[in-house]
């Protein structure tokens, strides 16, 4: 199912009038990457990993875990080098045995579990968790980097807990793309019959995304499977995410997935892969150009209100949603959003 599902998304994007790779300025047949560290901030180990991979030259973009005790550590790193290319990576789940955190809103009694952190899943974030209470949390988590001097370029769902795929709580994702229109920032989201007339609005959505959890674990055949997917990436703008971190006494205190976080650093600071990269013709980018595309196109201006638009978001969505089969499998898959 998940396969017939990634096929789906990538035939419906390559279909489109003009992929967004194209409204960027490129040719139809060009193949574009942003790649994407996740979790950053998460932990110690997370940062050094993911500043590694920044320094090796290949990993474009990174988005952070505002919650999360390292956050200061990354946001001292992003203005020392007043880097442009950093999302944040909306968290509204903690889902690790021992380390743990909570909102950073303040008091949110449906964002949180009996122990009074946030929600270890995305479908307990979805039965539980107030639409306004996650709205104040994601508004929140944006401000705090805004505030402290980072110079945005998008935001994502840490888990997917912020696409409403696990329970059909459609308004999640409206809330999410209303959002994109107030603070003029993409929302990482691939392109397919439910988002379309939100590219058409002027909102950056991505022509396909590929999401790391698919690389088998365990070298070489994780490194195998990313050079295969960077000599043959289909046309358009593709965002690969990865989860890069030092496997220390720190991060194996924290998951079991360790080894893989620091197969991911190893294969991004590879120079071999770069020149993959390189000899295929791929053009990496960060999500810095599409946030100029998306406040271009809507004629992005401070004051803008997700509140103008989040009602007419949400019915596009709710009629989109009765036909698309891609709704559908996404719905019934419901782990294809979720990583840890």
């Known amino acids: 199912m998940y396969r017939v599902f990634c096929l789906l998304l990538c035939m419906i994007a390559y279909c489109t009038a003009q992929s967004l790779a194209e409204a960027l300025g490129y040719k139809k047949d060009d193949r574009v990457i942003i790649i994407n560290a996740d979790d950053y901030g998460m932990c110690h180990a997370e940062n050094m990993g993911t500043h590694k991979v920044f320094k090796a030259g290949i990993v474009s973009s990174a988005t952070m875990m505002i919650p999360c005790p390292w956050i200061h550590e990354s946001i001292r790193y992003i203005k020392r080098r007043k880097l442009q290319n950093i999302g944040v990576h909306v968290t509204l789940t903690s889902e690790w045995k021992y380390y743990r955190w909570?909102?950073?809103?303040?008091?949110?009694?449906?964002?949180?579990?009996?122990?009074?952190?946030m929600w270890?899943?995305?479908?307990q974030v979805e039965l539980n968790a107030s639409l306004k209470e996650i709205e104040e949390e994601v508004r929140a988590q944006l401000d705090?980097?805004?505030?402290?001097?980072?110079n945005l370029s998008h935001f994502?769902?840490?888990?997917?807990?912020?696409?409403?795929?696990?329970?059909?709580?459609?308004?999640?994702?409206?809330?999410?793309?209303?959002l994109s229109y107030e603070y003029g920032l993409?929302?990482?989201?691939?392109?397919?019959?439910?988002?379309d007339p939100f590219r058409k609005k002027g909102l950056a959505i991505l022509d396909h995304l590929e999401r790391g959890f698919k690389a088998p674990r365990g070298m070489p055949q994780r490194r195998e499977y990313y050079f295969n997917l960077f000599k043959n990436l289909p046309p358009g703008v593709t965002e690969v995410y990865i989860h890069p971190a030092l496997a220390n006494e720190e991060l194996k205190n924290i998951t079991n997935a360790h080894q893989m976080r620091q197969d991911d650093v190893?294969?991004?600071?590879?120079?071999?892969l770069k020149k993959v990269i390189e000899e295929n013709n791929v053009h990496v980018i960060s999500f810095e150009k599409l946030k100029e595309w998306q406040r271009k196109q809507t004629k992005w201006r401070k004051g803008l209100?997700?509140?103008?638009?989040?009602?007419?978001y949400l019915k596009i969505l709710q009629e989109k949603a009765a036909t698309s089969m891609i709704w559908k499998v996404m719905t019934r898959n419901q782990k294809i959003w979720q990583h840890k």
């Open 102 to 117: 909570r909102p950073i809103s303040g008091d949110k009694k449906t964002l949180i579990d009996r122990e009074g952190y």
């Open 120 to 123: 270890r899943e995305s479908k």
């Open 144 to 150: 705090y980097a805004l505030q402290r001097g980072v």
């Open 156 to 178: 994502d769902s840490h888990m997917g807990s912020f696409y409403g795929t696990e329970t059909n709580r459609i308004e999640l994702m409206a809330m999410a793309l209303a």
């Open 186 to 195: 993409p929302f990482r989201i691939p392109y397919f019959d439910m988002t």
């Open 266 to 272: 190893d294969i991004f600071t590879d120079p071999q």
């Open 305 to 312: 209100k997700a509140s103008d638009v989040f009602p007419e």
